[in-house]
């Protein structure tokens, strides 16, 4: 087996066992594969050349969605995390109407202050969203089943995982179909796009709703874990650090977002628990450090070992960049 | 009396003191390769960027087949036959010269499902050929950053004609190409545009591409057509001669 397919399979097997080998990580790997599946959100638009600065939005909108539902006596979790996404899809369809006519920094700053209103909602109307207290999200059922918590824990651990692999294989998919490769011509060449009987900003609202849809599904995930949904799911530092971790992970890849939300778990995990007054100290030097030395992220690491493996690859790859920035030089001058 | 292609009544734009077009009467008739000659300045680009919807105009109307465009977006032009090729080739410059036509053809055919891979679409035998008939089949898998400014402005035109429009509008299909390459690319693209029976209108600077390429020759002077009629009749004229090619060049 190639090695370039085998680093994946042992990487998934090795998630797959977490719950057996190392027990203690199974509720971190839970969230951190939550997150995983929330940043591939944020990831998708990075690959139409737009940054979010407020995806959480559709993080908190789904959470406090599946919040009502529960309390609802729809409490099953498949019916909890179809109800986010929808209540996602619909908040992505109606904020993206109005943002995708954006580009760069004030598409970034719309997502943002959408969020912050959405926040202030959730702070304010206290009879309704419980304020900052949040709402309790009591165990689901599954499928009919009231589980105890440990079969519960795990079962969502494996439905993390599940899904984190289904929809980055749909994601994946869909950025390779004719649909994405459209969306992802609105970072290069909207002008061409228009050209070919294309509007821009409908391609970028499909992305746009399925942006919307993972951060929803991310944010149930994450809501049904942690058993309570507070307004802290939809404030800024939430789209940041989602933002963060797809940086982290490698700018526009959708393993990436995936690595970057593990490895970003941990180091916030273990550095608040070994150095509890400046783990935020310690984060930020671990970014700092990706972005000094490894700028295209985790995954640009996980590419710099393969091509030292296949340097034929490396010096294809090499070939592809000089020319790209010997266009970009020219076009600059023009 | 038959529908022209594309007709213009009575353009008007300004742009502050500029008159880029003023009342400007235009038609297009199937099958008659039209070049718009002029000095710089003079209003042609704004008639390809009106025509294709990109720039509405102060007064007039723009027919295209007998049915009004003036006011619709590119993309709606686009959509009903009407197809535009760059001076700077607007490609995809992260996909390569086949991907850039594979994706003209997403668009043509209205693809929307999320799970086909765009190199499976049926129509890649087909794109393939286009490359082939620009000249560009050995440069298909290459990205379009790494080719020659030639090579892009023949892409550019083929993602054009991927579109399978009846009318095609080109800005300066020569220019930013070394003298020698000039003809050989437009022995090519005539040919591509006879084979897939498309009609062009092209702005040019270089007289003896008009010459040899164009069936008829319109003088846009001052936001004027000042002239029209067969390369042999407009490049002797007298004042074309002294306004756009020049006495010493003449």
Known sequence: ?334 | MTTPLLEARGLEIRFGGVVAADHVDLTIAEGRNLAIIGPNGAGKTTFLNICTGWIKPTKGQVFFRGEEVTHLPPRKIVRRGVARAFQIPQLFTEHTALENLMIAVSAREGRQSPLLSMGAQPERREMLELLDLVGCADVADRPVVELSEGQRKLIDIAVALALKPRLLLMDEPTSGVASSEKFEIMEILVAALSQAAVTAVFVEHDMGIVKNYADEVAVWNSGEVQLRGTPEEILAHPDVIRDVIGEEAA
């Open chain 1, 1 to 334: 087996m190639q090695i370039r397919i085998l680093i994946p399979v042992l990487a998934i097997l090795a998630l797959a066992l977490v719950p057996m080998l190392a027990p203690s990580l199974q509720v971190l790997m839970t969230l951190a594969l939550a997150k995983g599946i929330a940043v591939m959100g944020v990831t998708l638009l990075l690959r139409a050349g737009q940054v979010s600065f407020g995806h959480a939005l559709f993080f908190g909108i789904a959470a406090y969605a599946a919040a009502f539902a529960a309390a609802s006596n729809l409490d099953d979790l498949f019916l909890l995390l179809f109800v986010g996404a929808a209540g996602a899809a619909v908040s992505g369809l109606l904020v993206g109407l109005f943002v995708v006519r954006y580009r760069g920094i004030f598409f970034g700053m719309l997502n943002l202050a959408f969020s912050m209103i959405f926040w202030s909602v959730l702070e304010k109307f206290y009879h309704l969203t419980g304020g900052a207290d949040g709402l309790r999200l009591a165990r689901p059922e599954v499928l009919g089943l009231a589980l105890d918590r440990a079969p519960f824990e795990l079962l969502l651990y494996y439905l993390a995982l599940a899904l984190t692999l289904g929809l980055g294989w749909f994601a994946t998919r869909w950025l390779g179909s004719p649909v994405g490769q459209l969306f992802q011509t609105v970072k290069t060449n909207e002008t061409r796009l228009e050209y070919l009987g294309i509007s821009a900003q409908a391609t970028l609202l499909k992305g746009y709703i399925l942006s919307a849809v993972l951060c929803g599904l991310g944010g149930v995930l994450v809501a049904t874990a942690q058993g309570i949904v507070t307004p802290a799911y939809a404030y800024w530092i939430r789209s940041g650090e989602m933002v963060f971790i797809a940086v982290l992970g490698g700018v526009g890849s959708i393993p990436g977002a995936v690595a970057g939300a593990i490895a970003y778990e941990v180091v916030r995990i273990y550095a608040a628990a070994f150095a509890a007054d400046v783990w935020q100290l310690v984060l930020g030097a671990f970014l700092l450090a990706i972005i000094l030395f490894a700028p295209s992220g985790l995954m640009g690491i996980y590419g710099a070992l393969m091509d030292r493996i296949s340097p034929r690859r490396a010096a294809a790859r090499e070939e592809k960049t000089s020319a790209q920035a010997a266009v970009q030089t020219k076009e600059a001058r023009t």
